[in-house]
């Protein structure tokens, strides 16, 4: 089981059934999950809280997409692996996502096994990250390098 300390999920979905199916499967980790619709709300979400990872929809309700929300996870110090959900999820955008820098893509409707998955191994790939940045920085700081 995964220990989610002060960590959160940020799921930027506009449809309701996918919030609440993603909200199940993770009420059950005791993970805390941030729901956003927007692009504006997901980016104030990302400088609020401590987010492990991103689960979003390919569109938003404001006109953006998941490449926008990608390009300011990318700027962000520890990003946290940002996923893709689409009903149409095809080998073109699952080459697309991997090829820009997103973690991976899910299918919609969520099943739970595909999403534990993948989100079991994005959040250890995020974790192991921040363990070695925050070390770095440590030995930076210990050295007068920062």
């Keep these: 089981m995964l220990a989610a300390a002060d960590h959160s999920i940020l799921a930027v979905l506009p449809g309701r059934e996918d919030r609440a199916v993603l909200s199940e499967i993770f009420a059950r980790l005791r993970w805390t ?19 492990a990872v991103v689960i ?3 569109r938003f309700a404001d006109g953006g997409c998941w490449k926008d929300l990608l390009s300011q996870v990318q700027n962000m110090m520890d990003p946290p692996p940002l996923i893709v959900a689409d009903r149409l999820a095809d080998e073109r955008l699952w080459a697309e996502a991997l090829n820009l820098g997103a973690y ?26 921040c363990l070695a940045s925050r070390g770095r ?10």
């Design 33 to 51: 999950m941030l729901t956003t619709e927007t692009l504006a709300e997901a980016v104030s979400a990302l400088d609020r809280s401590l987010i």
């Design 104 to 129: 991976d893509v899910l299918a919609e409707p969520f099943r739970a096994d595909e999403v534990l998955r993948v989100f079991e191994s994005a959040w250890g790939e995020w974790n192991k990250r």
């Design 137 to 146: 920085r440590k030995r930076l700081a210990g050295t007068g390098g920062l």
């Design 56 to 58: 979003t929809e390919n």
